[in-house]
């Protein structure tokens, strides 16, 4: 599903992103990637969603090779990956249903397409209910869920979350986590970057763990070992 081959992201003479890096995610797996800022895991995420290329080495991902993906190519790729992030990055002048449509719009779908999906993927994230709300009505938690929605509805074969309970509290964070534990048992492959040893130390599956660009544990069944 996803596969790096001796993968590096030189940003200049003296600063690197990964080094020589080697790993592969298969389809279903739920993997925690973790290290202190500045290790690699925002590079990591950008190289898999084709925001930045590599330097050096070959990336795969769902059948594609995207070490050198044209530009033209780069939005029929990501509509395999849904991406969430640590700011919701909600349209403000935008209801809920109109947020999460807006991905749909963007890409083409007809109204009718539209219409069946939307509810269903809000329903999944809980906020059927809310879908008329607007952003600045809604909770930190709830912000973050329509952000999740948003990124289903190509129903992506990959859910990258960078962060996603970063800004959100103990509960609101359990309730994210929840979601993307439900997400994952649709068979979608999670790919979770976080700093909180709790959410890793409670899932129980595979954590990756990066230090100085290149990876220094990687275990089936993980634990935040990070001081």
């Given at each position: 599903m996803i596969t790096l081959k001796n993968v590096s992201k030189q940003y200049s003479k003296d600063s690197a992103g990964l080094k020589n890096i080697s790993l592969h995610i298969g389809a279903g797996e739920f993997v925690s990637i973790v290290g202190q800022s500045g290790t690699g895991k925002t590079t990591l995420v950008k190289l898999i969603i084709a925001e930045e290329q590599p330097t050096t080495g070959e990336i795969e991902i769902g059948g594609w090779n995207i070490t050198d993906l044209s530009e033209s190519d780069v939005p029929f790729f990501r509509r395999q990956i849904g991406v969430i992030f640590q700011d919701f990055r909600l349209l403000p002048q935008k209801t809920v249903h109109e947020n999460v449509a807006f991905a749909l719009e963007v890409a083409g779908e007809p109204p009718h397409r539209i219409a069946d999906i939307v509810p269903r993927v809000l329903d999944v994230v809980g906020l059927k209910q809310k879908m008329d709300r607007y952003p600045t009505q809604l909770s930190g938690g709830e912000q973050q869920r329509v952000?999740?929605?948003?990124?289903?509805?190509?129903?992506?074969?990959?859910?990258?979350?960078?962060?996603?309970?970063?800004?959100?509290?103990?509960?609101?964070?359990?309730?994210?986590?929840?979601?993307?534990?439900?997400?994952?048992?649709?068979?979608?492959?999670?790919?979770?970057?976080?700093?909180?040893?709790?959410?890793?130390?409670q899932l129980q599956e595979r954590v990756i763990t990066l230090h100085d660009g290149v990876i220094v544990s990687d275990e089936t069944r993980g634990r935040y070992r990070l001081q």
């Open positions: 952000a999740i929605a948003r990124a289903l509805v190509h129903r992506p074969k990959i859910l990258v979350a960078d962060e996603p309970t970063g800004n959100l509290d103990a509960i609101n964070t359990q309730e994210i986590v929840e979601i993307l534990k439900k997400i994952h048992e649709f068979g979608t492959t999670v790919l979770l970057v976080t700093h909180n040893k709790d959410i890793v130390n």
